[in-house]
């Protein structure tokens, strides 16, 4: 006979499987199909699997209910829970079916159904004691209800077991340590990340991931078993996890969007990226720009003089201004243009320089004439490190003939608007991810060849400075 607690227990089993293949994902990375498929790309499909996590448990939720017929009592909350359970169960095997975008909500309802889980697998076995206790005493009058209130056979000994060995192994994988951990992750073959309109199929131009994440206990295991797992401590104005999501996905639009414009202009579309004014980051509280600028605001001219990027405001606030002085600022704000007067003050640091109190970045303009698709996979959350890779590939693909020439090729660094290579983070991590594929060559920023050395020492390294070196290079062999 199915009893619903085997359905329960397979799914806290499978559930806490999960967790362990989510802090483990990078071990079957070099795992790859005869047509191209890899790793990053299957996790996708394996990811189905986590809906028998919630449909276990409401399969197990229904048993219950239809195996109790009871309404009164105690009966009656079990069959609420299982009622709770069984909705829950459904509502999360849908979102990881149609909806596996919104993961956090998914998570929820799994947290949420949780609880209820227990609640009904230790009531239930205390029930079904209690039911046991009581036929044996009607079995064997003569035996005494005092010496039998004595014996704790009422507690839920194998559901209480489960509970606290569930709870053990949840803190050791999900309880944070106050460190963060880098270890190695996946190869993401950008030809088959992005696709440009007109372009060709393209050959092998990985990219490579690694992870870098809150440290939980089980990573110093995983750590004693594995290579280059690396910790430290976790900064004091570390943000939110929220926080830095957000800031991770903003960094892979950003990048897409750089390698995309730099790679069509290097291939005669488009006029690459422009400067068209300088965004305000943030202001200074009791600075001048205090209630005056915003953040969002796009300055574009001083003094009735044109301002593009950082290096021309400074330039002009270096040579043309000095502490207190008014300077008229024209800026966009929101789609309308404003002019506002401001007196400058003296930097705390440099006496001599003139600031407004303000945080800036370049605004960039992203020539983009043709359209490209992005796959999104689950284990490519963000980041700008794949921006040099990416714009090789799309290269490739408007190139006639591609430019590989059949050298399968790796690399790993940001795209500037200039076309230079930028600096990453997990170097040694994300060499040794290399280094378990075929690669051929593995590009690098030139200042990171030496700890990418360290982490690959028999790797074919090719440190570069900017993307017409890789180029270069490839051209060259």
Known sequence: MLKPARF?????????????????????APIRTSGGMQWIEMIDWLFNLVALVPLAWAVGALLGLFRDKLWRGVGILLQLLRIM????????????????????????LIGAAAPFVFADMLISEMRNR??????????????????????????????????????????????????????????????????????????TINGVLVFDRPAVPADWLFAKLLPMYSFEKTPENEPPLTETYAQVVLMKTDANAAASAIAMKKTGFGSGITPEGVQIVAVIKDSPADQRLQAGDIIEQLNGQAVRSITELSAYMATEVKPGDKVTVTLKRKESEQVVDLVT??????????????????????????????????????????????????????TPGGITHGIKIAGTGTIE??????????????????????????????????????????????????????LAWLAQH
Not at 10 to 27: D, K, R, S, Y
Not at 131 to 160: C, N, V, Y
Not at 387 to 398: E, N, R, V
């Open 345 to 398: 003050e003296a930097s705390a640091d440099t006496p001599e320089r003139p600031v407004f109190g303000i945080s800036v970045e370049t605004k960039w303009h992203y020539d983009i004439p043709k359209t490209i698709d992005y796959k999104r996979f689950m284990a490519h959350l963000g980041g700008p490190s794949h921006g040099a890779m990416l714009t090789l590939a799309l290269i490739d693909q408007l």
């Open 85 to 108: 359970i069984a909705g829950l169960g459904f509502a999360a095997a849908g979102y990881v079916f149609f909806a596996p975008k919104l993961l956090f909500l998914l998570l929820v």
């Open 130 to 203: 209690i039911k046991a206790d009581g036929q044996a005493e009607g079995a064997k009058p003569a035996a005494s209800m005092q010496t039998r209130r004595g014996r704790l056979i009422w507690l839920p000994k194998r559901s209480g077991i489960a509970l606290v060995l569930t709870l053990l192994l949840l803190l050791a994988l999900l309880c944070p340590t106050g460190y963060l951990v880098t270890y190695p992750g996946m190869t993401l073959n950008l030809n088959r990340y992005a696709h440009v309109e007109g372009g060709g199929r393209g050959g």
């Open 417 to 470: 608007p200039d076309g230079s290579i930028g600096l990453i983070g997990g170097i040694k991590q994300k060499a040794y991810a290399i280094s378990r594929t075929d690669a051929d060559v593995f590009f690098v920023p030139a200042k990171l060849e030496e700890a990418a050395r360290s982490g690959a020492p028999e790797l074919n390294i090719v440190p570069v400075n900017t993307i017409d070196d890789v």
């Open 8 to 28: 329960y227990l397979f799914g806290i089993a499978l559930a806490l499987g999960c967790l362990v293949a989510a802090e483990l994902i990078w071990v079957p």
